[in-house]
């Protein structure tokens, strides 16, 4: 998929494509990543799709060993654990909290999946392969959302599959960007973003009458969400007012008042477990001027 590329990508896929018979290519305008996976799923013809974004790497190996298990197993999805990269130095490795070289059927993945944040299933569909005729059949497609678009596409997967497998072997190296979630740059629209992806997840739940998965995504808040929100507003150079307004718009948030209620601030293990107390109890005046320096 040549999403629109501009640094002369288009033409070495091109030239890829006229040396070997089993690559396609598709241009497009930018349409961004959520669109050309739609579209690349759409004119797939493998009997198991998996994705690469352009600017990370896999091992040689990867889809040999995904795909040798998927037949061995007959299996509707198989997956493996991916390790963060920067300036190419591997920088840890992210594991899903399963055990290892296992074949999951439908209802221990049922199961799973009401631990899906806390295991690790969600993070990112790149680490996996899954049968065609499971995402087409079901028309499974990845939301546009600007944070997250492949969490909920993932969570779909595994509740219409019947069967997984795990292999205990990072495969998969993620770039990590200076444009990454982590990175120090103020985002003013964070709080809409981390919304959207929040209530996807949760609508991809109810489409499948799951429940008793609360708890789980209310934790991931709890312990992911609001950190990246509050470390986003450390970020923020702007007035007290502004400041107090953003963490009214933060504690008012739907997704936020369901992490106060079912979980506790301790789930933060890191500085901002202070702030996280402060913002509970609507001390934002305080807030705004600890975080305005």
């Given at each position: ?57 896999i091992a040689p190996d990867m889809y040999e060993q995904l795909y040798t298990t998927a037949i061995k197993h007959n299996v509707d999805i198989v997956t493996g654990d991916f390790v963060t990269v920067k300036n190419g130095r591997n920088l840890n490795r992210q594991g899903v909290k399963l055990e290892a070289n296992k074949l999951y059927g439908e209802k221990e993945i049922r199961e799973l999946v009401l631990y899906a944040n806390e295991n690790r299933l969600l993070w990112f569909a790149v680490k996996s392969i899954y049968k065609s005729e499971l995402v087409k ?157």
């Amino acid at each position: 998929m040549d999403d629109g590329s501009t640094d002369g990508s288009g033409a070495i896929l091109d030239e890829y494509a006229e040396k070997y018979d089993n690559i396609k290519v598709i241009h497009q305008e930018n349409a961004g990543p959520a669109i050309a996976r739609n579209v690349g799923i759409a004119n797939a013809r493998g009997e198991y799709i998996g994705f690469v974004d352009s600017d990370d790497y896999i091992a040689p190996d990867m889809y040999e060993q995904l795909y040798t298990t998927a037949i061995k197993h007959n299996v509707d999805i198989v997956t493996g654990d991916f390790v963060t990269v920067k300036n190419g130095r591997n920088l840890n490795r992210q594991g899903v909290k399963l055990e290892a070289n296992k074949l999951y059927g439908e209802k221990e993945i049922r199961e799973l999946v009401l631990y899906a944040n806390e295991n690790r299933l969600l993070w990112f569909a790149v680490k996996s392969i899954y049968k065609s005729e499971l995402v087409k059949n079901n028309n499974i497609h990845f939301s546009e959302l600007k944070i997250g678009e492949e969490t909920p596409f993932v969570l779909e997967c595994l509740l219409c599959a019947k069967s997984m497998y795990y292999i205990d072997e990072p495969f998969y190296f993620y770039e990590q960007s200076p444009d990454s979630l982590a990175r120090a740059k103020y985002k003013g629209d964070y709080l809409h973003k981390l919304e959207k992806l929040y209530f996807a997840k949760d609508s991809v739940y109810k489409k499948y009458n799951i429940t008793g998965y609360e708890n789980d995504i209310n934790a991931y808040t709890m312990k992911h969400t609001l950190t990246l929100l509050l470390s986003n507003e450390i970020n923020h150079r702007s007035s007290i007012s502004e400041k107090i307004k953003s963490y009214r718009n933060i504690i008012n948030s739907q997704m936020v008042k369901n992490a106060f209620k079912t979980c506790s601030t301790s789930l933060i293990k890191s500085n901002l477990k202070f702030l996280a107390i402060l913002l509970k109890f609507r001390m934002y005046f305080i807030l705004a001027l600890i975080t305005n320096f």
